[in-house]
């Protein structure tokens, strides 16, 4: 009987084989060709000219300093208005907390086109203009259910008797939120950021559209340089991207696997 | 008491501002008006001509081409990705981290990445972009996420399972259908689900797969027509409909779900 089981298992194993091609050529191959187009020239051989002439542009890297500044006060803004709406949502009785969560998650089922041209709209009904202001209220807006669910979602599994504990203990509300509530959901504070900050970066779209085209992000950039036909220079950009998501993931360390695990939305 | 009002009247704050651009889109499709915000009367003159085809041509066809390509990538996820759970789920520990560590990289690229990387592929490699390309593009980023909603059942499953069955006469074969594949299929259904919803709500990636041979999604079409300056008046009822029948497919799930607790604590 065991030799059975071993051979049903042992054979089982192979089943991983053709998933394994195809995130070899669909996943590190592609990676691998943004690495190579990003070190050769538009003539082909090894070259850093496409680094060069992004240090030597300085429109490219204002545009990614500004699309990083975008990014951190849309992930500041979210979180200040996402943890106390999930802080009280995880507080609610289970029925009508999964009904909210859900409100709260349901916009995000409509295409984020459609959305931010919503907000386009909304804007114009309230003779509100165009510009910074709606960027930053259209990228809270799309992006604040993805910092609220991963928040809701670790607070909701926090063990009731903790903070028991710390009230009978003699914590003031103040010492419980503190030192208890507030430490127990860093996981989920971390798997927000990562949800929010990182898309933020890359988006393109959002910006022209609640600006007139006004304001330019990074994805932006790297778009028009890959429609443009520069594959090189847009590789090398894409690169740079690479290669600060990185360093904000490592900053996150350990809570990547988790945002992706428990920060997922189904 | 006062608490009470404070967390449910800041809640609704912020579902108000959620949802007033859909409520907007949602009021003004049914008026005439082609501009979004001028109120022209009731009417049903737009879901009419939504239906009626003819002049919404090619809002249909890219509303069928969402529909295939999301029904059809996500088929082959699923396929795909519950070969793949089944092969991982008896792999060796360390080929098991390796492959879970290149299946979460699609989902923490941001999309512009994984699309310029695809892009990239495409044109090395020589295919002409369209419908292949496309399909290809979202089962990359689809798969992933269908491999993480089987693996936990493959872990809760009871192995003495497939011994029994085993044991019973069954073959290898017999087992993994009546024995394996109910036990998956709550994973199954849900990596399908969330595929579909992924695919169809995708942008980047499809923008950079689905070359110039007219081909287009709903995304790309809402995008391609707000960069001509405004929304199809008739995108307003397709909005209004998609995002009712999302509603009300969550609350029947919803409904299920707290049935099924219910009888569950009784």
């Not at chain 1, 699309?67 to 009508?96: D, F, K, N, Q, W």
């Not at chain 2, 795909?80 to 520990?93: D, E, K, R, S, Y």
């Not at chain 2, 081909?215 to 391609?224: C, D, G, M, N, P």
Request: hydrophobic residues 55%.
């Amino acid at each position: 009987m065991r030799r059975k089981i071993i051979s049903f298992f042992g054979r089982r194993r192979t089943w991983s084989i053709p998933y394994a091609i195809f995130l070899l050529i669909f996943v590190l191959i592609p990676l691998a060709l943004i690495v190579y187009y990003a070190f050769t020239s538009e003539t082909g051989g090894l070259s850093f000219e496409n680094f060069r002439k992004f240090m030597q542009h300085p429109e490219a890297i204002n545009i990614l300093i500004y699309s990083i500044g975008v990014a951190m006060v849309t992930t500041i803004l979210c979180l200040l208005i996402g943890y106390p709406a999930a802080y009280l949502l995880s507080r609610l009785e289970s029925r009508m907390a999964s009904l909210l969560v859900m409100l709260f998650i349901l916009p995000m089922w409509i295409n984020f086109l459609i959305r931010t041209l919503a907000t386009v709209a909304l804007f114009g009904f309230l003779k509100l203009p165009l510009g910074e202001g709606a960027l930053m209220f259209g990228m809270v807006y799309n992006f604040l259910p993805f910092m609220i669910y991963p928040i809701y979602n670790i607070l909701q599994k926090t063990d009731p008797n903790l903070i028991e504990a710390a009230q009978d203990l003699g914590a003031t509300p103040r010492q419980v939120f503190f030192r208890t509530i507030l430490p127990l959901s860093i996981p989920g504070i971390t798997s927000g950021i990562m949800m929010v900050f990182m898309p933020v970066i890359s988006t393109f779209a959002i910006a022209e559209l609640l600006t007139i085209n006004n304001i330019k992000l990074f994805g932006t950039t790297l778009q028009e340089n890959i429609y443009n036909g520069m594959w090189n220079y847009g590789a090398a950009l894409s690169l740079v991207m690479l290669v600060l998501i990185g360093i904000t993931s490592l900053l996150n360390t350990g809570s990547t696997a988790k945002a992706s695990e428990e920060g997922g939305l189904i | 008491m006062i608490k009470k009002i404070l967390t449910s009247s800041y809640l609704g704050l912020l579902l108000v501002m959620l949802y007033a651009p859909i409520l907007i889109i949602i009021v003004f499709s049914f008026t005439e008006a082609k501009v979004l915000g001028n109120w022209t009367g009731f009417s049903l003159k737009l879901y009419a001509s939504l239906f009626q085809g003819g002049v919404t041509h090619s809002l249909s066809a890219a509303l069928w081409n969402t529909l295939i390509i999301g029904l059809t990538a996500a088929f082959i996820s699923t396929v795909l990705g519950t070969v793949a759970a089944i092969g991982i789920f008896n792999l060796q520990q360390r080929a098991q981290k390796a492959i879970s560590l290149v299946n979460s990289i699609p989902i923490l690229n941001p999309d512009i990445i994984t699309a310029i990387s695809l892009f990239l592929l495409f044109v090395s490699v020589g295919i002409s972009q369209g419908y292949t390309t496309v399909v290809l593009a979202h089962v990359t980023f689809c798969t992933p996420y269908v491999v993480l909603s089987v693996l936990p059942r493959l872990y809760r499953m009871n192995p003495s399972l497939y011994e029994a069955a085993l044991d019973l006469g069954a073959t290898p074969f017999l087992a993994l259908r009546r024995v394996m594949l109910p036990e998956l299929k709550p994973g199954m259904i849900s990596g399908f689900i969330l595929a579909f919803t992924l695919s169809i709500d995708d942008f980047v990636v499809t923008l950079f797969t689905i070359g110039n041979e007219g081909l287009e999604t709903i995304s790309t079409y809402i995008y391609a027509d707000a960069r001509k300056g405004g929304l199809t008046p008739e995108l307003r009822p397709l909005s209004a409909i998609i995002f009712v029948t999302v509603l009300i497919l969550l609350i029947i799930i919803n409904q299920r779900a707290v049935k099924k607790t219910n009888l569950k604590t009784t």
